[in-house]
């Protein structure tokens, strides 16, 4: 099990930055990927950028050259740098993480949530 605890969002005013972190905790051992998505109302929820413990990032391309996804040393927290935000960057934003776990049957993948931090950028 993993648990995952969002922080630093909040309001901000178009152009400017913003820096979420997770915390991740429980199993952290088995955490292969570490990510960030979010959703808007109306929207599903969406790929924002993701990093494996390799250091292999993803982007979404709304938000390519303008975030920026990192991870520390222990590979149990993320970040992820919003720089250039505009508007349409309003959104909830989850902190997701993608554990492996191995049984004597199989190995298993899954996928854990936090419960997610809201941005708000004002034009």
């Known amino acids: 099990q993993v648990q995952l605890v969002e922080s630093g969002g909040g309001l901000v005013q178009s152009g400017g930055s913003l820096r979420l972190s997770c915390a991740a905790s429980g199993r952290i051992y088995a955490i292969s990927a570490m990510g960030w998505y979010r959703q808007a109302p109306g929207k599903q929820r969406e790929l924002v950028a993701t990093i494996t413990d390799a250091g292999t990032t993803n982007y979404a391309d709304s938000v390519k050259g303008r975030f920026a996804i990192s991870r520390d040393n222990a590979k149990n927290t993320v970040y992820l740098q919003m720089n250039s935000l505009k508007p349409e960057d309003t959104a909830d934003y989850y902190c997701?993480?993608?554990?492996?776990?191995?049984?004597?049957?199989?190995?298993?993948?899954?996928?854990?949530w936090g419960k997610g931090t809201l941005v708000t950028v004002s034009s």
């Open positions: 997701h993480a993608e554990s492996t776990i191995a049984t004597i049957e199989r190995t298993t993948v899954m996928d854990h």
